[in-house]
């Protein structure tokens, strides 16, 4: 069994983290944490742009932001793994479901201050999973489950 | 059928013959030709060039010669044939009333005996007409289509550039006074100085960026600071105001702010109290060289100050106003420094310093000795009136030959819709200079500010600097220079080019007060979010408008001390 935590880091999901972190020890599945770095922000500006420069750049801040989070998960015992990609978000989900056969992806709910999704991503994510994957989704906020919808797919 | 019937009005308008001052019959003045001099100059006493000057005898109207005044409003016409009677001087220039001048008989005299007659100095009033709301109108849509970011820059001034020239050319033939301005005309604007400075620059940070030094610097600052978050926030402020002033506050951003973000999680620390004040120094920072800012680059090509001008009349005021902005956010984010650090485990601590390695020793090296050379060339280069865009170009070019990175992605590098955006910008600007916008707003802030230099450089850095927080401040700074060349020359003391450096704290200063108020602003903002850290409006708004308002002020002591008081 394992859980998929998508995530970007940042203070406001510190509890989110640690919620994950305490279901896969009770449950004694396998963490695999999720950053997915998306340049699309640099549309809004007009100024040129490294872009292979950028993406590397996100990639080493989205690997500290997981290896914060993942020494706290392995120190609690968790083996976990930190996968780092770019672009698509619900894109980047469906691979990592597929290649870790993923059973429970937890994401921050949308509207939280660091939720990776808005709650329009959220909708088309869930759908999205519903109809291509087994797995369910659980909505974590402020530390506590917020809701969690069953597989269909 | 309406519309087939409007396509072929216009259709039949693009083929009718255009009316230009640029094809009047041209007299070349020949060593036996009896010549008449003057100079055409607006209400403001600015020379007019491009206006048609027509002899004609009197009383018949018999046509004697034609001319048209230059850049510096000079003209000299020729006739070919010895004058008889009086004559007549026409002048004819659009956006300005037509005037004429009878040259008497005792002067026709002197034409006659001398060859040459010195008219003096015609002054023609300006003409409120069809163009001049067209290119107002058209000038002011551009604005708030960037400033709304309904559109992309460039984008947007390209369609204001388009718009110019629907109204020149086909209305234009329906009707004259919708005339703005002839291409040829229209391409006097554009300030090939800046194009070719920006795009060497832009070469030379593109190669610059990628050898790592950023990340490195900011470790090291992280290392000296022993893990006092508030020594850190100082140096980390005082290396983003260097890197912005010799390379651009865009890139230094987009490339200190990922480092920046993992060190203030290593703090445990907000990081947000790291990159606010970070971005706020990297727009005061690049006040204080010629190519720290764009609007820098424009204010120096157009005002002729060079690389030292910039260093020697503003640094002292950016430090200043560092000073200032350092003291705000040490009060605004105190809670923050009191935060004790955790401490990162060796593990993190060395992905950290992985993360901050410099990845192209060999090219860090020989890049920073040639952007060095730039620079010295850029001092230099002033003495022999060198113009700063050739160091640029020669330095992005040694960096192209000696390093060899791939050119396609070197091309790339340069970005073109900029480059594109500062063309059509040129001449949306040139437009309202052209019907004469801009003199009434110069006329405006002369009213207002008389003949007082004091009043002149408050004015001046805190409206634009005010006006810079919603506006988008290249426009912005392009279409008040025309505005502070007049200012400059008609207030006393205004010679010291005292204005153009007010207009430079004030343009890049007042980025600061708003989230969208700097691209600098906006890149950061993209990556902080991507971290789960997004800045808010309001959070941006409560530090950024108290900090302009200090760095403002900071600026205005500062050129009030140089060129006032001492």
Do not use: C
């Amino acid at each position: 069994m394992t859980i998929l935590y998508a995530t970007r880091g940042g203070e406001a999901a510190r509890a989110n983290q640690d919620y994950v972190i305490e279901l896969a020890m009770q449950q004694g599945e396998e963490l695999v944490l999720l950053y997915v770095a998306n340049v699309r922000f640099l549309n809004r500006t007009a100024s040129p742009t490294p872009l292979d420069l950028i993406e590397e750049e996100l990639e080493e801040l989205g690997a500290f932001l997981l290896a914060m989070v993942q020494e706290r998960s392995e120190a609690q015992g968790v083996k976990t793994t930190s996968l780092i990609r770019q672009g698509s978000f619900p894109a980047a989900l469906l691979d990592v479901i597929e290649d870790y056969s993923i059973d429970t992806v937890v994401l921050g709910s949308p509207g939280e201050e660091s939720a990776v999704t808005s709650p329009e991503l959220m909708n088309h994510v869930i759908r999205l999973l519903q109809a291509e994957t087994q797995a369910s989704v659980l909505l974590v906020r402020e530390g506590r489950a917020a809701g969690d919808t069953p597989p269909t797919g | 059928v309406p519309v087939f019937a409007t396509l072929a009005a216009m259709l039949l308008a693009l083929m009718a013959p255009v009316s230009r001052p640029a094809d009047a019959k041209q007299s070349e003045a020949q060593f036996d030709d009896y010549v008449i001099t003057g100079r055409l100059v607006d209400n403001q006493g600015q020379p007019i060039p491009s206006g048609t000057i027509s002899a004609h005898t009197t009383p018949d109207g018999g046509l004697l010669g034609e001319a048209e005044s230059r850049e510096d409003g000079y003209w000299t016409l020729a006739i070919h044939e010895a004058p008889q009677g009086a004559i007549t001087i026409s002048v004819e220039k659009p956006h300005f009333e037509a005037a004429a001048r009878s040259i008497p008989s005792q002067g026709v005299r002197q034409l006659a005996e001398n060859r040459i007659y010195r008219l003096g100095v015609l002054q023609l009033e300006r003409r409120v007409g069809a163009g001049f709301w067209m290119a107002t109108a058209i000038f002011i849509t551009v604005l708030a289509l960037i400033a709304f970011e309904r559109m992309h820059s460039t984008t947007a001034a390209l369609a204001g550039l388009s718009a110019i020239f629907v109204s020149t050319f086909v209305l234009g033939n329906l009707n004259a006074d919708f005339h703005i301005f002839d291409f040829e005309r229209a391409l006097t604007f554009i300030n090939w100085e800046v194009i070719f400075l920006v795009m060497g620059m832009m070469i030379i940070v593109a190669i610059i960026e990628e050898t790592g030094i950023f990340k490195w610097t900011a470790f090291q600052a992280y290392r000296l600071s022993g893990g006092r978050s508030w020594l850190l926030v100082l140096i980390l402020i005082a290396i983003t105001a260097v890197a912005s002033a010799l390379l651009d506050n865009f890139t230094t951003m987009l490339l200190m702010t990922p480092i920046s973000l993992q060190i203030g999680l290593a703090l445990g620390i907000n990081p947000l109290a790291l990159i606010i004040p970070e971005v706020m120094a990297s727009n005061v920072g690049g006040i204080s060289t010629l190519i720290g800012t764009p609007t820098n680059i424009l204010i120096g090509a157009y005002a002729d100050i060079g690389f030292s001008g910039f260093l020697l009349n503003q640094t002292i005021g950016v430090l200043l106003a560092l000073l200032l902005l350092s003291l705000f956010v040490l009060f605004y984010f105190r809670a923050e420094w009191a935060k004790q650090s955790p401490g990162l485990s060796p593990k993190l601590y060395q992905a950290l310093r992985d993360n901050a390695r410099i990845e192209e020793p060999g090219a860090l090296w020989k890049s920073g000795l040639v952007f060095f050379l730039v620079l010295v060339g850029f001092v230099i280069g002033e003495r022999f009136h060198v113009p700063p865009a050739v160091p640029a170009l020669l330095g992005a070019t040694a960096l192209l030959v000696w390093l060899k990175p791939d050119v396609h992605h070197m091309i790339q590098a340069v970005d073109w819709t900029t480059l594109v955006f500062f063309i059509a910008l040129f001449i949306v600007v040139g437009a309202v200079q052209e019907v004469g916008l801009i003199s009434l707003i110069a006329d405006g802030i002369s009213g207002l500010v008389g003949e007082s230099l004091i009043l002149a450089i408050f004015v001046i850095v805190f409206g634009v600097g005010t006006l810079s927080v919603a506006i988008a401040n290249i426009p912005l700074a392009a279409s008040m220079l025309p505005v502070i060349e007049f200012l400059s020359g008609s207030i006393p003391g205004g010679s010291s080019k005292v204005l153009y450096y007010a207009l430079s704290m004030g343009a890049a200063m007042g980025g600061n007060g708003m989230l969208v108020g700097a691209e600098a602003n906006l890149v950061t903002a993209g990556i902080t979010e991507q971290a789960g850290m997004p800045i808010s409006f309001t959070e941006f708004l409560k530090i950024g408008l108290p900090v302009t308002y200090l760095t403002l002020s900071a600026g205005f002591l500062w050129l009030l001390l140089r060129f006032v008081l001492l």
